[in-house]
């Protein structure tokens, strides 16, 4: 569960000094703000790691957030300092960030290099986005496509962590189109057995689809499933444009709200 820290201020780890946490970075919106608290929560129950709230976010507003299994999370209050969201990360050493993202994004926010990719690419924490039409509460089971790209297995550990927290099922999902080379039925078995391992008691399943557009059948498949969680793009922002990105299509058109894990490089 979530530690009660109600009126408190500030809640520190019971073991004390400088630990690790996930980042809640500023987000204006309320709801928006609850929903990435709790995944923060569910992230940082499995790192064993606190939740480090940004200076507008109070933490009476996320003292409700009792579900994140069977371990407390501790909830802290950043310090204010200057130099923008990365230096809010390195003071509260943060292994994770979450933050707000668009749905729908124009042309040059296409182009252009995210405030989430540029803080994952600096190497400072992993970044989950996630977007304003999302319900933890309400969610049962959760949609991963999976590559063997960097992005995947953050998007593997936010979805079990989402997953553990509030008793959802996983379903890992892998496209096999007509140029795939790989045996993606042997890759999703053995990343099945890596969360299982990893995880312990899991509802878990496997999907290898055959499908001529990757992006289509993650979208197609959206509708059935409360969230999807899939990894960042991989190539980078020109090719993207040039060429498109599957996350980029699923992210605009899934069906079911979606979060996307930038691994830090």
Known sequence: MLADVSGTGEVTADSGGTK??????????PNVRTEAAAVGAALAAQRNAELCLSEETSTE????????????????QAPSV?????????????????????????VLDDILSSPASKLAASGTADVLTITGDMSLGSVASILVPITDGPNSPLAVEAAVSVALAHDTAVDLFHVKTPES????????????????????????????FEADDVADAIIEQSQ??????????????LQQFVFGSTTKDVEKRAVSPVIVSHASE
């Not at 409700?64 to 909830?75: F, R, W």
């Not at 969680?229 to 991989?234: H, S, T």
Request: with cysteine; charged share 20%; net charge negative.
């Open 20 to 29: 690790e946490s996930c980042l809640l970075a500023p987000i204006a919106d």
């Open 61 to 76: 507003s996320v003292s409700t957030l009792t579900n994140t299994g069977d371990q407390t999370v501790a909830v802290q």
């Open 82 to 106: 200057n130099g923008g969201l990365s230096s809010l990360a390195s003071r509260c050493n943060a292994t994770a960030v979450v933050m707000k993202r668009d749905r729908n994004l124009g």
């Open 181 to 208: 080379e790989a045996d993606g039925e042997a890759f999703l078995e053995e990343t099945a057995a890596q969360i299982i391992d990893e995880y312990g008691d899991i509802e878990l399943d496997t999907w290898l």
């Open 224 to 237: 059935y499933y409360d969230l999807t969680v899939i990894g960042a793009p991989q190539s980078g922002r």
